[in-house]
C-alpha cells in the first residue's frame, strides 16, 4: 500500500521530533503537521503559539538543541529590561524569538489568519511541509487544578511548572472554532495520519476537539496510528505521567491506545514496555525514544514501513 | 522674581540634554517636559515614541551615551532574527528598548492613554520630572520632499538619513489631536517656559501645532524663551540647517528668534555667533553647546538665572 500523503497530529517538543523525524524522510508536498494551538496565549501584548513554534524552529534548524524549543543561542535582553520596569516575566521570551511574536501578532491585527501567517513565516526559513494550526480561532487549553482552580495553560505548564493537582481540562472558546480550509484539505487527501507522542490530554486533545476534526479524521479507511508518550512507565518529557495518574488512568502505553481507541485503528508502543494485553488493534513495538536527528528518521520510517506493509 | 514651576517644550536628543539639566538642578515636582510626538510611528505593531523615549532614557540614565538616543549596551538580537526571516528593518530597534515598546504599546492597546503609560513607565524607572507627550492623539509629521513626495517622519529621518530636499512639513491628524489635562495643568500653572534646543520645524512646531496649545501658552505674563539649535551656522545635530535652508531661511540664530517670535518673549543665543541685529526680545549670549552633564547644569542654571533677573 502506497501511502503518498500524511498528516501528523503534533504538540511541542515531542511533536516537533516526529515532525522532523517525517520531514527528513519524506518530500515536503507529502508532509503536513496539524499542530495544537490550545497553549497559545497573548503575553505582553504578544500572540504566542508555543507548539507552532517549536514545530517550525525544529524544522528550520533553529531550535535550541537542550531545552527542544526556542531558538539556539538565544538571548533575553528584552526579558531584562522588562525587569528594570519592576515587572517578573514568568514566560521566557527569547529575544530572537520575539521576532517571531512581532510578525505573527502585526499580522494578526490587521486581520490575516493564523494558518496564512504560519504559511508565510515557514516559507521564509525555507522549511518545506505544511505546519498547520489546528483552527485559526483562539482556543484556550484551562487546566483546572484542586490547588489554584482554573488556570490558563502557560500559567500551570510555566509559572506554576506543572506542580499543581489537574482535576479537569477545559478547551475554552473550542466550540467556536473551525478546523481551517487547509487542514480539511490535508485530512482529505491523507493516506495515513499519525498521532505524534505528545501529551494525549494537553496537546493532542485540543486538536481532536475543534468541531469537525474527528469526522475529518474518520471520513474514509485508513491508517490513522499513535506513537505512545509513555516509555516504560513514565513520560519522556513533561506532565504526561503526573497528569494520567491525577485523571485516574494507569500510567501505561496501554491506557493511551484505549483513550485513543476511537480514532485509530494502530498504535506504537515502546520495546521497554511488555506487550499490551489483548490490544483492540495490532501494535508496533519498537525504540520510541528519539535522541538525535537519526532516531528521529529511524522511528519516522519504522512507522510508515509498519503502516505500508499493512500494519503487519 | 521666584520661578517656581517651569514646563520645556522639548524634541529628542537636544531636548533631552536640556530637560536633564533642568532636573539636575530643580526638584521634580517643579519641573514638567512637554515632548513633541510627531516622530511617533507603528512599527512591526509596536507604538515607537522616539522623542519621549529619548527624554526618559536620559532623565533614567539609561540612555546610550554616544548616540543620546536607545539604551546603553542594548543589542539587537530580535532585529537579526527579523532579517532571518527576510526582513529589512531600518529602524534599529534594540532589545532592551523593545521591553519599552512591549509595555506602552500593551497599554496603549488596553485603552490606556499616553500620558498615563509614560507617566507609568517614567515612575517605574524613578523619574521624578513629569515627562508628558504634547497629545493623547496619534499626530504624524509628514516631511514632504522633492525627491519622494510626502514621507512618514521616520522615513525621511532614518530610512532617507534627511537626505531628500524638504519642501513643506505637515502634521496629520493634528486637527483633532487635544492638548491633555496634564499639559493643560502644567501649562496654567507654569511660571516660565522653555522651548528647548531642538529643532523648530521638526521637533517644536509640531507641539505648537495642537489646537489650544498656543493660547495655553500665551494666557499669562510670564518668560516664554527659546534656545537656539543653531550654534555658528550649522546645527548642533540632524537636519536643522539643511531643512532652514531648503525652507528658504537663513541659517541663523536671528531666523530661529524670528520664527518663533509671536510665541517668545526671550531668546538664548550661543556666544560663538555675533550678537543679533536689532532683535525684537531680550537675548541671553551664552555658551549653549551642552557636551556632558554639568554643561547641561550650568546652561539650565544659566537660562533660570537669566529669567529670574527679569531677562536683563
Redesign the interface.
Known amino acids: 500500500m502506497a501511502l503518498e500523503r500524511i498528516v501528523a497530529l503534533v504538540g511541542g517538543v515531542g511533536g516537533a521530533k516526529l515532525a522532523h523525524g517525517l520531514a527528513q524522510i519524506l518530500p515536503p508536498e507529502r508532509l503536513t503537521m496539524i499542530v495544537n494551538t490550545g497553549d497559545d496565549f497573548w503575553h505582553?501584548?504578544?500572540r504566542i503559539c508555543p507548539d507552532l513554534d517549536t514545530v517550525m524552529y525544529t524544522l528550520g534548524g533553529?531550535v535550541d538543541p537542550v531545552n527542544g524549543w526556542g531558538?539556539a543561542g538565544?538571548?533575553t535582553?528584552?526579558?531584562?529590561?522588562?525587569r528594570?520596569?519592576?515587572?517578573t516575566p514568568w514566560f521566557r521570551l527569547?529575544?530572537?524569538?520575539?521576532?517571531?511574536h512581532?510578525?505573527r501578532?502585526?499580522r494578526l491585527?490587521q486581520g490575516e489568519r493564523l494558518t496564512t501567517i504560519m504559511r508565510e513565516?515557514t516559507r521564509?526559513?525555507q522549511i518545506g511541509p505544511a505546519v498547520l494550526p489546528m483552527t485559526d480561532a483562539e482556543v484556550a487549553t484551562i487546566v483546572h487544578t484542586r490547588e489554584y482552580g482554573p488556570l490558563p495553560f502557560q500559567t500551570y505548564f510555566v509559572r506554576y511548572r506543572w506542580e499543581p493537582t489537574v482535576t479537569a481540562i477545559e478547551f475554552e472558546g473550542v466550540e467556536r472554532a473551525l478546523v481551517s480550509p487547509e487542514a480539511a484539505d490535508a485530512l482529505a487527501q491523507a493516506d495515513a495520519i499519525l498521532i505524534a507522542p505528545s501529551n494525549p490530554w494537553l496537546s493532542v486533545a485540543p486538536i481532536l476537539a475543534v468541531p469537525g476534526l474527528r469526522e475529518l479524521l474518520l471520513q474514509k479507511e485508513r491508517p490513522r496510528v499513535a506513537i505512545t508518550p509513555i516509555v516504560a512507565g513514565k513520560a519522556l518529557k513533561g506532565p504526561a505521567a503526573k497528569l494520567m495518574a491525577e485523571l485516574g488512568y494507569e500510567v501505561s502505553p496501554s491506557a493511551v491506545c484505549a483513550y485513543y481507541g476511537p480514532f485509530i485503528n494502530g498504535f506504537v508502543a515502546d520495546e521497554r514496555d511488555p506487550e499490551l494485553e489483548q490490544p483492540a488493534m495490532p501494535v508496533l513495538r519498537t525504540d520510541t525514544v528519539m535522541s538525535n536527528d537519526e532516531d528521529r528518521a529511524r522511528l519516522a520510517a519504522q512507522v510508515l514501513a509498519w503502516l505500508e506493509r499493512g500494519t503487519s
Open positions: 505582553y501584548g504578544l533553529l531558538v538565544d538571548t535582553a528584552a526579558l531584562d529590561a522588562l528594570v520596569y519592576g515587572e527569547g529575544d530572537r524569538d520575539i521576532a517571531t512581532l510578525l501578532t502585526q491585527r513565516l521564509r526559513l
